[in-house]
């Protein structure tokens, strides 16, 4: 029996750079940076006073009153994202298709803004005012709920929370089934919202923030040699995974096709990946092998990126052990230079971006990215976005706890 085909058929963005596709592809392609000063609290006395937060987004203009006091921002910014793929997509789901459709979404932390108000509320007021809706509000599987329940889809609802892989992870294994057959349409992502003093506070004491607080859109600085690590960022990606004849069948656009995914351990350290990169090599093979391809077969890399010290060598040393000579031809680029680090969503968005830099035939580009580190010496398209052809692509996402995703994609050829 012949492999079942999936292809990207919808893409729904909320970032720093603007909530919808169209707004966030045109600021990134143009290289501009989402990074300011934090707003969402008094963040003063924080070692890292800056992030990449999402600034155009109104609960209003999507939610009624009692919908947006009742859902997180991580739960919004995912509903939404998921509304607007669908409807790039021009799916319909119906009463007939609708046990066919599924949802997969990640995320790293869930509700934290949430956790950290009713933790406040008990203990100035008690347990008794903790708010019945703080558990539904917090817990991290409710974008997928709520996204399922808002579009009608029956399939599998399923919610990873595997750190900075988990929007790649949840991207996988929609694609995995849909080519096992359990689905003939899943809607993917990541979602997160956590820029609030107990996740700033928390990265900042682990010396994973850049403190760059005096030039916030330079802060963001992949494969730099004064990097000095990562903005915290939110937002959500989410696609429209299609199983390629139901597509073809109701006409839709499709951006790119999804052709293999990968997913291994470091099993190394908490937090830290092993230098040589061992993990992120596995992983990449591992995504290579699923989609039948050579290593001199992928044109471009949207990279981790993270702008942490230790992952851009990692990444760099992975990339050229997996690679070897061909590393030199390909165009890598890391897109949180211009969104930041959005946790769980970056996946998401990232697997968004590398399905429209197929489709488009361009490689966005990894802006501050003046000195490269000496380490750090492939070509990470600096500056500016470039026009290159784009046969076959991976997307990159590894996070705390050694866990690592990968994802490939090709342009589509009927």
């Known amino acids: 029996m012949a492999k079942r085909r999936v292809v990207v058929t919808g893409i729904g963005l909320v970032t720093p750079l603007g909530t919808g596709k169209d707004k966030t592809w045109n600021a990134i392609l143009r290289g501009e940076s989402g990074v300011g000063p934090i707003t969402h609290f008094d963040a003063s006395g924080f070692a890292s006073q800056i992030a990449a937060e999402v600034t155009d987004f109104e609960a209003l203009d999507h939610f009624d009153k009692k919908s947006a006091k009742h859902l997180d921002l991580f739960v919004q910014y995912g509903i939404v994202a ?107 992502g990541g979602t997160e919202s956590v820029v609030c003093p107990l996740g700033v506070g928390g990265f900042a004491s682990m010396k994973a923030l850049s403190t760059r607080n005096d030039d916030p859109t330079k802060a963001s600085r992949p494969f730099e040699t004064d990097r000095d690590g990562f903005i915290i960022a939110e ?88 690679f070897g000579d061909h590393a030199k031809n390909l165009a890598i680029s890391s897109t949180k230079s211009m969104t930041g680090h959005a946790l769980g969503a970056a996946g998401g968005l990232e697997a968004a971006f590398l399905a429209m830099s197929i489709k488009d035939q361009i490689a966005p580009p990894t802006i501050n990215l003046v000195t490269p580190s000496l380490e750090c010496d492939l070509d990470y398209v600096p500056h500016t976005a470039r026009k290159m052809e784009i046969k076959a692509a991976i997307s990159n996402s590894f996070g705390f706890g050694g866990t690592n995703g990968v994802v490939v994609m090709k342009r589509f050829d009927s």
Do not use: W
Not at 92 to 117: F, H, Q, S, W
Not at 130 to 145: E, L, Q, T
Not at 241 to 258: K, P, S
């Open 82 to 188: 998921a509304r607007s793929a669908v409807e790039d997509s021009g799916l319909a789901i119906t009463d007939d298709n609708c046990n066919r459709v599924g949802v997969i979404t990640g995320c790293g932390m869930g509700g934290l803004p949430t956790i950290e108000k009713n933790h406040n509320i008990y203990l100035d007021r008690g347990p008794k005012r903790i708010s019945p809706f703080f558990i539904p509000m917090a817990i991290p599987n409710m974008p997928s709920g709520h996204i399922s329940m808002q579009i009608g889809a029956k399939g599998p609802n399923l919610s990873l929370s595997t750190a900075c892989a988990a929007g790649t992870h949840a991207v996988g294994e929609a694609f995995k089934s849909i080519v096992y057959g359990s689905c003939d349409v899943v809607i993917s």
């Open 235 to 322: 937002g959500a990606g989410m696609l429209v995974l299609e199983e390629l004849e139901h597509a073809l069948e109701r006409g839709a656009e499709i951006y790119a096709e999804v052709i293999g995914s990968g997913a291994s351990s470091d099993a190394h350290h908490i937090a830290a990946p092993p230098e040589d990169g061992n993990g992120a090599v596995r992983c990449m093979e591992m995504a290579l092998q699923d989609a039948g391809l050579q290593p001199s077969d992928i044109d471009y890399i949207n990279a981790h990126g993270t702008s942490t010290p230790l992952n851009d060598r990692c990444e760099t040393a992975a990339i050229k052990t997996v």
